[in-house]
């Protein structure tokens, strides 16, 4: 394990104000979205898709990383120069998602637990070799109006997570780690606050004690916020003020970096809530975005798969970068979705 080059990797990821793009979403997940826009997943769709997110001029000022899925890591553009290369030579870091997905924990009904530790040291290795510096790992925690989740379901995923972000640091693979509270649910920003604390002290506890080294790593956190279906939604300045004393109590200081998931927000909500964390600041990590949806879903739209639709698709790219890379440094403004 060589500190020096976890913390430079997590540092350059999060550098000048850059985010990071999530576009690991795994092939169940891939054909949802395609489905909204009618587009069949098949592997040269999903191929194409993300060569024209990953060929789009400009990004590289905004995106200081990409999060590939396995199938993705092993493609190409069409001239034959693999995705993790070009990224590489764009100077965006290519990462991976490692985890297999969350299911039910057994005996403990409504807790999930992600899996994917078995083998997992041996996928590590020949990804570093396909190129990949950084990893991710989300584990899924739902809220729901009576006891989920329990302490042990939180306990349980903490533990996994410390236990994938040792398996990495120990290959010098820079681990993400995601705890994601959901925002499905009719639940409170209150109970929201509540539940993010207890699973960031319980993860930050369990890296501890597995020797995880905090400046060689990055946090992607669910921001503090109200259930899509609470009749109570909290404004922009409360999910900012929820969201950073949260975080100030559990997350140290030595993490060089939050990047937060965008959950099921809205493209513009997302970016305008960032934005205010960051107007709050100076903060003692580098606040920023690694978002999927936030930033995929109006260049889906842009795209419907038509080739004809390809300068639309990756103009419309480039300006969520660049709104999200204002928001890291608190300047964007909601005016600015209308501005050309
Ligand atoms: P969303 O921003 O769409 O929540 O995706 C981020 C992610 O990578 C979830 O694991």
């Given at each position: 394990m060589n500190n020096d080059i976890l913390s430079s990797v997590a540092k350059s990821i999060v550098a000048k104000q850059k985010g990071v793009l999530a576009a690991d979403e795994?092939?169940?997940?891939?054909k949802k979205r395609f489905d909204s826009i009618k587009v069949e997943s098949t592997e040269e769709n999903r191929r194409r898709y993300r060569e024209i997110l990953f060929t789009t001029k400009g990004i590289e000022r905004y995106i200081g990383g990409v999060i590939l899925f396995d199938e993705?890591?092993?493609?190409?553009?069409q001239d034959g120069t693999p995705f993790a290369r070009l990224l590489s030579s764009r100077g965006i870091v290519p990462g991976i998602k490692v985890d297999k997905g969350a299911k039910a924990l057994a005996l403990?009904?409504?807790?999930k637990i992600s899996e994917g530790l078995d083998g997992?040291?041996?996928?590590?290795?020949e990804y570093k070799q396909m190129g990949a510096k950084f990893a991710k790992w989300r584990a899924v925690i739902e809220i729901n109006e009576r006891d989920v989740p329990t302490t042990f379901g939180i306990r349980a995923n903490a533990h996994v997570l410390a236990r994938y972000?040792?398996?990495?640091?120990e290959l010098d693979i820079v681990p993400i780690v995601e705890p994601e509270v959901l925002m499905d649910g009719a639940h409170s920003i209150e109970r929201c606050e509540v539940v993010t604390s207890r699973v960031l002290e319980a993860v930050f506890s369990e890296l501890d004690a597995h020797r995880v080294l905090f400046e060689g790593m990055l946090l992607k956190p669910n921001m503090v916020i109200a259930g899509m279906k609470c009749v109570?939604?909290?404004?922009?300045?409360?999910?900012?003020?929820?969201?950073?004393?949260c975080m100030a109590r559990y997350v140290p200081t030595a993490v060089p970096g939050i990047v937060f998931?965008?959950?099921g927000q809205s493209a513009?909500?997302?970016?305008?809530h960032l934005n205010a964390i960051n107007a709050m600041g100076p903060h003692p990590w580098q606040i920023s975005f690694s978002y999927g949806r936030a930033l995929q879903a109006p260049v889906l739209e842009a795209w419907k798969g038509q080739e004809n639709n390809l300068a639309a698709a990756q103009k419309t790219f480039l300006k969520r970068c660049q709104l999200n890379g204002l928001a890291c440094g608190g300047t964007y403004a909601r005016a600015m979705e209308t501005a050309e």
């Open positions: 795994s092939n169940p997940t891939i993705t890591l092993r493609q190409s553009t403990y009904p409504g807790d997992l040291r041996d996928r590590l290795v972000a040792a398996l990495c640091q109570q939604q909290a404004s922009v300045q409360q999910i900012a003020e929820a969201t950073i004393r998931l965008s959950g513009e909500d997302a970016t305008d």
